[in-house]
């Protein structure tokens, strides 16, 4: 069973249009985090949540950002999508304590920008 | 900036035979290791994990290896299986989010 699931699997917007992509997770973990990963990349971390403290990465664009209103939901919100935008965004969930433990990832949201 | 025209590494074998992936981490601050299988369309999969105070770590086929000196790790496939191939990374925190390393692609040959 999917422990953590992102929807949609494939989503399409505008250039421009805001999008949401969404990610819940079942196994009350206490840490989620959104990667970004382009073709033949490793994936990028955006940003996290680390209970209810969010923690952003230098580099992360400011048109980026998320909402965590519960344990079990993630939200990426893209304010307006640019081509370089295109990619697969993963969320990744780890439970609390520290960092040096495995994170479970979802199947990713693969995103095309029209 | 983006790397346009990036190709993975790309490392092909008989089925059958064991299989050696390898990653060069930078940070000697690092002291957990993790390897990942990404299929294609799918998110990674945690293979084996491996922490600073141990240098090899056997799981079921697999086996990794961390030389702290050299700042290398690596991932053995043993008797390696069409279902292996895939993309695989290796990732490495000192008590931060996992850092990624770029990935080696493994294409098995039936």
């Known amino acids: 069973d999917a422990m953590v699931i992102q929807n949609p699997r494939y989503q399409v917007t505008q250039f421009g249009k805001p999008v949401t992509l969404s990610c819940s997770q079942t196994?009350?973990?206490?840490?989620m985090y959104w990667y970004q990963q382009k073709s033949s990349q490793a994936p990028k971390l955006l940003f996290h949540y680390y209970d209810k403290d969010f923690n952003n990465e230098a580099d992360t664009p400011d048109n980026f950002q998320s909402r965590r209103p519960n344990t079990s939901f993630c939200f990426l919100d893209i304010r307006s999508p640019g081509l370089g935008d295109a990619a697969m965004y993963l969320c990744a969930t780890s439970r609390a304590g520290h960092y040096n433990q495995p994170q479970h990832f979802g199947d990713g949201t693969r995103l095309s920008i029209l | 900036g983006e790397n346009v025209g990036l190709h993975l590494p790309t490392l092909s074998v008989q089925e059958g035979d064991n299989s050696i992936i390898n990653c060069a981490y930078s940070n000697s601050a690092s002291d957990y290791f993790i390897w990942y299988k990404q299929e294609s369309g799918k998110g990674p999969q945690f293979i084996i994990d491996?922490?600073?105070?141990?240098d090899k770590r056997q799981g079921q086929r697999v086996t990794v290896l961390l030389n702290k000196t050299v700042k290398h790790l690596s991932l053995q496939i043993a008797a390696t299986q069409p279902g292996d191939s895939a993309v695989y990374f290796c990732?490495?925190?000192?008590?931060?989010?996992?850092?990624f390393g770029k990935g080696t692609r493994l294409s098995v040959i039936a």
């Open positions: 990732a490495e925190s000192g008590n931060t989010p996992l850092v």
């Open positions: 491996i922490r600073s105070n141990m």
């Open positions: 196994l009350n973990h206490n840490v």
